[in-house]
């Protein structure tokens, strides 16, 4: 059986320092692979990680059956593909099973080129998109793609979290959505923890940067065949590019060319997964409980109802409106602030004078959305970003966007 890098101890260690102090993980006989911590008050045990793996594995031993007498046990989030069907031998032993999220893979097993991924996987139309955007993105600016693993120092990873985090703020506003991975609590112990685990030889930071400046960033978990991609994100600025499509490209590529078998996207419903992965899965809560046990009966019974009706909801889209209020309680007088300013770009009808245009940097000038109009820009003209200038028209809030090729104007909305 494959390593799983969730099982391994920094992960359930760090785990256990954020989310269970003053408790201990708990190892049975009856069962392989996992650890579980007890609940307070009912004889209900849940595996360490909970939902912040990317998906456990176990197996089951027919001895000391005595360990889970009158006793329920949750494990989270077990991926279809990755585990052989549990053999309940013993008669008080038995479980329960909730269907959850889906999961997305990308089996590259039959490929040994990107060119050949491509070709198979998206349609001519696709394919010829993805490589224009591939193109494009990096004739107007200075890519490159870097994987780092063990040789990380501290100052650079923590160069690269703040700038993650960054990321992923300004992507969620954008999207008007909170994400569970930046509460603080979570956050910080993916920061620890992925640390530890890059040293181990358990994890990496997939970036693209521009230059010297982080662009996108992917947080993945490894074991020996499969790359577990655990959190992503890009500078929408980029959007107009696909840059997060473009990063994926360059993540497969890598995964090619270093022997990985799987890119697993995980669980969480998202449009870029779908598209990329050849392979659909499931994943379950499994309910481990003896039957004997009139307590452990009741439970068992109630978790299960309780999760089936979190799917229920979930597949009628109640998660996501309960997402858009948290965001909106969480962020009072978001709609009040001052909006930005948005801009369009207008083709320019007569050349402007000299004295009324002032040179300004627009990636350092602090104008909201003007550096993504200049993105667009590039975007359309194929100019390099060296080779653009950005001027006030005179000090208004119009600007003159030159290129070697082409010029235009932004213009307020």
């Excluded at 939902?51 to 007498?69: H, P």
């Excluded at 521009?210 to 074991?223: C, M, Q, R, V, Y």
């Excluded at 993105?375 to 600007?399: P, W």
Aim: charged share 30%.
């Amino acid at each position: 059986m494959e390593k799983n890098p969730f099982t391994t101890y920094p992960f359930t260690n760090i785990w256990m320092q954020h989310f269970g102090p003053n408790k201990k993980g708990l190892k049975f006989s009856f069962i392989e692979n996992l650890s579980f911590v007890k609940h307070s008050l009912l004889p209900l045990y849940f595996n360490v990680g909970k939902t912040n793996t990317k998906g456990v594995t176990y197996k089951l031993q027919n001895e000391n059956t005595a360990s889970f007498r009158r006793k329920v046990f949750l494990v989270y989030d077990v991926p279809t593909y990755r585990i052989d069907e549990p053999e309940f031998k013993e008669n008080t032993l038995t479980v329960k099973k909730v269907k959850k999220y889906s999961g997305f893979l990308i089996d590259l097993t039959p490929y040994t080129t990107l060119d050949q991924y491509l070709t198979t996987t998206l349609s001519k139309r696709s394919k010829q998109k993805m490589n224009r955007y591939k193109k494009r993105l990096e004739t107007c600016f200075k890519i490159r793609h870097v994987m780092y693993g063990r040789e990380i120092s501290k100052d650079m990873y923590n160069h690269l979290f703040t700038h993650f985090k960054r990321l992923l703020v300004k992507r969620f506003e954008d999207k008007r959505q909170t994400n569970n991975n930046l509460n603080t609590k979570e956050w910080e112990f993916y920061k620890e923890v992925t640390y530890q685990m890059m040293l181990d030889g358990q994890a990496s930071l997939y970036v693209t940067y521009d230059g010297e400046k982080p662009i996108a960033i992917s947080l993945h978990n490894n074991s020996d065949e499969t790359l577990y991609d655990v959190i992503r994100s890009f500078d929408i600025d980029y959007s107009k590019f696909h840059l997060g499509s473009v990063a994926i490209m360059g993540l497969v590529d890598w995964c090619l060319k270093h022997g990985v078998k799987k890119l697993d996207f995980s669980k969480g419903h998202y449009d870029y997964k779908k598209s990329w992965s050849n392979l659909e899965y499931q994943f379950e809560y499994h309910v481990l409980y003896d039957k004997k046990s009139l307590v452990a009966v009741i439970l068992a019974n109630c978790l299960t109802i309780f999760f089936k009706l979190k799917q229920f909801l979930r597949e009628k889209n109640i998660n996501e409106k309960l997402n858009k209020l948290t965001f909106f309680l969480r962020n009072k007088g978001y709609d009040n602030r001052t909006k930005a300013i948005e801009y369009q770009l207008m083709e320019l009808e007569d050349p402007y004078p000299e004295n009324k245009l002032t040179e300004i940097d627009p990636y350092e000038s602090g104008i909201d959305n003007l550096k993504k109009k200049v993105y667009e820009f590039l975007f359309l003209s194929s100019e390099r970003k060296t080779d653009v200038k950005v001027y006030q028209i005179d000090l208004s809030s119009s600007y003159l966007i030159k290129g070697i090729k082409q010029q235009k104007i932004a213009v307020t909305k």
